[in-house]
């Protein structure tokens, strides 16, 4: 099993611009989360989808994030227009009943 | 409400010596508690889970964790820290969050530095 697959892996981008991260979870998950982690606020989930369908979305910070989960096999994270204090690590993880596992993260820089 | 309580942000021990982690939770239904560990610019790997059953479980490199229903407690140990174990750890609960799905509650983390 290949695990969860994030891309990009790094991405650096100048404030305004839109970004996207990719996330395809584990075969057979039928849960799918995200989260952001900063030295700051440490790890912060943002949204999570079961079966496809976003269920709490309390922790996306403002409307300039979306997310979105066309299919069990994908997920995308968008930010428009990024912000410099959008720079952080941003995680993919998926589940089937409680345990979860963590894609590698893409590592993101708004300058 | 599920909560998750680490005490210690950063803990240090020699090389060889007991690690010691502890977590505290707080739960209106049975838990599932898991430990994860983060090494740097990795992502979060399960460390060792507890569902039913066995109260002591085992994981992997080493660690162990014992539930305590009567202390709420779900402290992670390691009889011997190796320069290797330095990372964070994360103690979560998770709960069933309705339509079938279940959300990890996580702690704030611990850093582990093992001094030589």
């Known amino acids: 099993d290949a695990g969860v697959i994030q891309s990009p892996r790094h991405e650096v981008t100048e404030m305004g611009q839109e970004v996207t991260l990719r996330c395809k979870p584990i075969s057979g998950h039928n849960s799918l989360f995200w989260y952001r982690q900063t030295m700051m606020r440490g790890l912060e989930l943002l949204i999570y989808f079961n079966n496809n369908v976003p269920i709490d979305d309390s922790g996306m910070p403002e409307d300039r994030f979306s997310a979105k989960m066309p299919n069990a096999s994908f997920s995308t994270l968008k930010i428009q227009p990024s912000e410099p204090r959008d720079s952080a690590v941003y995680f993919c993880a998926s589940s089937l009943k409680g345990e979860q596992f963590f894609g590698p993260g893409t590592r993101l820089t708004v300058l | 409400a599920q909560s998750v309580t680490q005490l210690g942000s950063h803990v240090s021990v020699s090389e060889g010596a007991l690690v010691l982690l502890r977590c505290n939770y707080s739960?209106?239904?049975?838990?599932?508690l898991f430990w994860y560990v983060q090494y740097p610019n990795q992502g979060l790997q399960l460390l060792l889970k507890y569902t039913t059953g066995a109260t002591l479980v085992k994981g992997i490199n080493g660690f162990e964790a014992e539930f305590k229903k009567s202390e709420t407690s779900f402290h992670l140990t390691k009889p011997s820290a190796h320069m290797s174990d330095a990372a964070e750890y994360f103690c979560?609960?998770?709960?069933?969050?309705?339509?079938?799905?279940?959300?990890?509650?996580f702690g704030k983390g611990t850093k582990l530095s093992v001094i030589p």
């Open positions: 979560a609960v998770t709960f069933a969050s309705g339509a079938g799905s279940y959300q990890l509650t």
């Open positions: 739960s209106s239904v049975p838990p599932y």
